[in-house]
Every structure is written in structure tokens, then in C-alpha cells.
């Protein structure tokens, strides 16, 4: 399963990095993602790295935004700078092979003044 934590409220500008943390497997050839969901609309793609290591992201966080692994921690990470309210809403982190399919709990992130 995957756990994620690190949301919380941030005021607009500020930073936060989120963690997702692997257990009962490991990260090793698996792609590897976030999302996030705000109130009243569909989950969606932030950020995604496959088994290649190569990230893409969404046109609305690119710059900003930043995913990473450490395979050895077996957790994966989202370090969001210059936060926007438009930001806010539940983070989930993902990962998946050609076998299994993983999705965290989601953790909340809240961007206001």
C-alpha cells in the first residue's frame, strides 16, 4: 500500500512537500505519480515519472512543481513551490507496473491567505 502525508495549509506563495511512502513492496520499476482532486471536479494528473525516470508534468504546476523517488526509502515526493489557492484540493500519490496498480489515501492541501 502507499501512505501519503506532508498536506496541510499553506498561505499563497508559500511551499510544501509532500511524501508517499511504500509499503510491503518497492518502488524499483515503477511508474510513479500524483494527482489531486478539488471539490467538485475530476481527479487529475500533476506529475508523473515512469520506470525510466523521466517526469512530465502538468502545464499548470510546470516550474513550480517537482517529483522525485528514492527507491532505497521506497517513497516518492512532491515538492510544490509558489503555491496558488487554485492548487488546493487532495493530493494522492500512485504508483504502477505491468502487474499492480497502487493508490494512497490522499492528503489534503489547503492554499489560502
Known amino acids: 500500500q502507499l501512505q501519503a502525508y506532508g498536506g496541510g495549509l499553506v498561505q499563497p506563495g508559500g511551499s510544501l512537500r509532500l511524501s508517499c511512502a511504500a509499503s510491503?513492496?518497492?518502488?524499483?520499476?515503477?511508474?510513479i505519480a500524483w494527482f489531486r482532486q478539488a471539490p467538485g471536479k475530476e481527479r487529475e494528473l500533476v506529475a508523473s515519472?515512469?520506470?525510466?525516470?523521466?517526469?512530465i508534468y502538468a502545464d499548470s504546476v510546470r516550474g513550480r512543481f517537482t517529483i522525485s523517488r528514492d527507491n532505497t526509502k521506497k517513497s516518492m515526493y512532491l515538492q510544490m513551490n509558489m503555491l496558488k489557492p487554485e492548487d488546493a484540493g487532495v493530493y494522492y500519490c500512485?504508483?504502477?507496473?505491468?502487474?499492480?496498480?497502487?493508490w494512497g489515501q490522499g492528503t489534503q492541501v489547503t492554499v489560502s491567505s
Open positions: 515519472i515512469d520506470h525510466l525516470d523521466i517526469a
Open positions: 500512485y504508483a504502477r507496473n505491468s502487474i499492480d496498480t497502487y
Open positions: 510491503g513492496f518497492t518502488l524499483d520499476y515503477y511508474a
